[in-house]
C-alpha cells in the first residue's frame, strides 16, 4: 500500500509529530485541526462558531491539496473543550453540511490549551 504525505500551506502548519494529512487505501485521514490562521499561526476567532469555521476552512485547503473535497468527507471526530458549546459548533456545522453530512463522533478535549475551543479531524475519499 502506497502512503503519502499531504501538507499545503494554505492550512495551518502542524507540530513535527504529525501530518496535516494522510492519502492511503483510497481515503485522506485528516489529523486534528485547529482553528490555527495559517497566515498568522494563532487561533482565528474567539467564539465557537468562527472557531469551528476555521477549523472547516483549514480541513478543506488540506482535502482539496490532496484532490479531494469536503463533499468527500465520509466521518468526522469534532473534539471541543467545553460541551456547552455544542450547539454553537453545529450551527457553523450545518452551513458547510446542510444535507447528507458525513457520519461523526465528539470527545472533550483532554487538556486545556488557551484560547483552543475545538479541533476537528476527517476522514475523506481521495
Known amino acids: 500500500m502506497s502512503r503519502q504525505v499531504i501538507f499545503t500551506t494554505k492550512a495551518a502548519k502542524p507540530p513535527p509529530m504529525y501530518s496535516q494529512a494522510v492519502k492511503a487505501a483510497g481515503l485522506i485521514f485528516v489529523s486534528g485541526t485547529a482553528p ?20 472547516l476552512t483549514n480541513i478543506q485547503a488540506i482535502l482539496e491539496e490532496a484532490g479531494s473535497s469536503m463533499e468527500k ?3 468526522v471526530t469534532v473534539v471541543m473543550a467545553d460541551e456547552e458549546e455544542f450547539g454553537g459548533m453545529n450551527e457553523e456545522w450545518m452551513k458547510w453540511f446542510p444535507s447528507n453530512p458525513p457520519a461523526r463522533q465528539g470527545a472533550k478535549l483532554p487538556a486545556r490549551i488557551l484560547g483552543l475551543k475545538v479541533s476537528i479531524a476527517a476522514i475523506a475519499e481521495a
Open 36 to 55: 490555527t490562521d495559517p497566515a498568522t499561526g494563532v487561533f482565528k476567532g474567539t467564539t465557537i462558531q468562527e472557531q469551528t469555521r476555521q477549523c
Open 73 to 75: 468527507i465520509v466521518s
